[in-house]
């Protein structure tokens, strides 16, 4: 079980805008640590898609957004794609025990 | 151009101690703000973050492994070495390493290494 929670799996139609939630707490998100997030794709490595709960690296398309509120954090992607489908990992640190990096349980974007 | 890559043993004994190699180019560990980072995926399963060295030579372990991990780093050959103690099935994944530059996420990362603890 991480400590950060997010849906196992998400779905949408083409074109539609879908929401991925990144529920922390009070020793994550709601100590004010940033939240990254990373599409995998099937068989290959994650990659940054966000930074600093709001920023794109060069290259990410801007349909995909982030936003961080309290101890909770969401992306978004606007205008489905089928090349979307994927899985999407949230991270942050945790100050609980001695304090690590910490990754979302992960969820699964389908395209319809 | 940013590269990284691991190698080690695709298939360890259990109780044997894993080590993992992970050679970057295309930046230096040297450089103020630096990291890198290990991560692991069971198959099917989620990312789980493990380790991480800091150009300061500040190291950091997910609680749950601290007793088994060891990271270290060799800036001359541009090496991070992982080693895992005490090798169970259970630590059957693909392990990455990534590069972390401090603040901004991970970045950059491995094709991965996938590890398979089985006697």
């Known amino acids: 079980q991480s400590v950060l929670t997010q849906p196992p799996s998400v779905s949408g139609a083409p074109w539609q805008r879908v929401t991925i939630s990144c529920t922390g707490s009070?020793?994550?998100?709601?100590?004010?640590?940033?939240v990254h997030w990373y599409q995998q794709l099937p068989g290959t490595a994650p990659k940054l898609l966000i930074y600093?709960?709001?920023n794109r690296p060069s290259g990410v398309p801007d349909r995909f957004s982030g936003s961080k509120s309290g101890t909770s954090a969401s992306l978004a992607i606007t205008g489905l794609q089928a090349e979307d489908e994927a899985d999407y990992y949230c991270?942050?640190?945790?100050?609980?025990?001695?304090?690590?990096?910490?990754f979302g349980g992960g969820t699964r974007v389908t395209v319809l | 151009q940013v590269t990284l890559r691991e190698s080690g043993p695709a298939l360890v004994r259990p109780t044997q101690t894993l080590t993992l190699t992970c050679t970057f180019s295309?930046?230096?560990?040297?450089?103020?703000?630096?990291?890198v980072s290990w991560i692991r995926q069971p198959p099917g399963k989620a990312l789980e973050w493990l380790a991480r060295?800091?150009?300061?030579?500040?190291?950091y372990y997910t609680p749950s492994l601290k007793t088994r991990l060891t990271i270290s780093k060799d800036t001359a050959k541009n090496h991070v070495v992982l080693t895992m103690t005490n090798m169970d099935p259970v630590d059957t994944a693909t392990y990455y390493c990534?590069?972390?530059?401090?603040?901004?996420?991970?970045?950059?990362w491995g094709q991965g290494t996938l590890v398979t603890v089985s006697s």
């Open positions: 009070s020793s994550n998100l709601g100590a004010g640590y940033d």
């Open positions: 060295i800091d150009w300061d030579d500040d190291k």
């Open positions: 990534a590069r972390t530059p401090r603040g901004n996420g991970i970045d950059y």
């Open positions: 600093g709960n709001n």
């Open positions: 991270q942050s640190y945790d100050t609980g025990l001695s304090g690590s990096e910490v």
């Open positions: 295309g930046f230096s560990l040297n450089t103020d703000g630096m990291c």
